[in-house]
T-cell receptor, first 115, second 117 residues
Framework: AQKITQTQPGMFVQEKEAVTLDCTYD???????LFWYKQPSSGEMIFLIY??????QNATEGRYSLNFQKARKSANLVISASQLGDSAMYFC????????????FGTGTRLTIIP | EPEVTQTPSHQVTQMGQEVILRCVPI?????FYWYRQILGQKVEFLVS????????KSEIFDDQFSVERPDGSNFTLKIRSTKLEDSAMYFC???????????????FGPGTRLTVL
């Protein structure tokens, strides 16, 4: 069984600063995918970034990057130059293989950006 | 950009009633999912569906739940006899166009908020 742990229930960050959201995972699978989703107050789930277990380089998507440390089983999300619109819940999730199977989610981190 | 759509956005029902939640996945996707999120809690997997059959289901997905793809575009979740504890946000997701790109990300619909009274 796969498990995701997010230990930061809430974070407050000053606008324009960088922020790191922590995620650790546990799995016995050799092949797996790691995902981050954003859930604004409106409720939808927005895909942000993906990292495959065999990817040697950290994934980046615009202001988002994923700090993947396989030996530590961590997949932290880094948001550079935070904006007010980044205020939301952020969920780390994983699948066996690289998708097309059930996503296991963490409990989420509520990020609040302070002007 | 293609997106997953869900209807209704909010459904209120009486305990014991049947509800059907509807989803239109992204048109070229092959894998479909339902998840739920009880208020303030994490997102939980319910069921995945591929090639017109259930590929995996969680222990939450008991006999009162069923899924169907009645035509080429819709994907539905039926709750036969709703309970108070079924009150939650229900998300539909889809993935997998059959063309491998290194990942098959699941894209979520906006959700249906189900309230059981």
């Amino acid at each position: 069984a796969q498990k995701i742990t997010q230990t930061q229930p809430g974070m407050f960050v000053q606008e324009k600063e960088a922020v790191t959201l922590d995620c650790t995972y546990d799995t016995s699978d050799q092949s797996y995918g790691l995902f981050w989703y954003k859930q604004p107050s409106s409720g939808e789930m927005i895909f942000l970034i993906y990292q495959g277990s065999y990817d040697e380089q950290n994934a980046t998507e615009g202001r988002y990057s994923l700090n993947f440390q396989k030996a530590r089983k961590s997949a932290n999300l880094v948001i550079s130059a935070s904006q007010l619109g980044d205020s939301a819940m952020y969920f780390c999730a994983m699948t066996p293989n690289f998708g097309n199977e059930k996503l296991t989610f963490g409990t989420g981190t509520r990020l609040t950006i302070i002007p | 950009e293609p997106e997953v759509t869900q209807t209704p956005s909010h459904q209120v029902t009486q305990m014991g009633q049947e509800v059907i939640l509807r989803c239109v996945p992204i048109s070229n996707h092959l894998y479909f999912y339902w998840y739920r999120q009880i208020l303030g809690q994490k997102v939980e997997f319910l069921v995945s569906f591929y090639n017109n059959e259930i590929s995996e289901k969680s222990e939450i997905f008991d006999d009162q739940f069923s899924v169907e793809r009645p035509d080429g575009s819709n994907f539905t979740l039926k709750i036969r006899s709703t309970k108070l504890e079924d009150s939650a946000m229900y998300f539909c997701a889809s993935s997998g166009s059959g063309v491998w790109s290194g990942t098959d990300t699941q894209y979520f619909g906006p959700g249906t908020r189900l309230t059981v009274l």
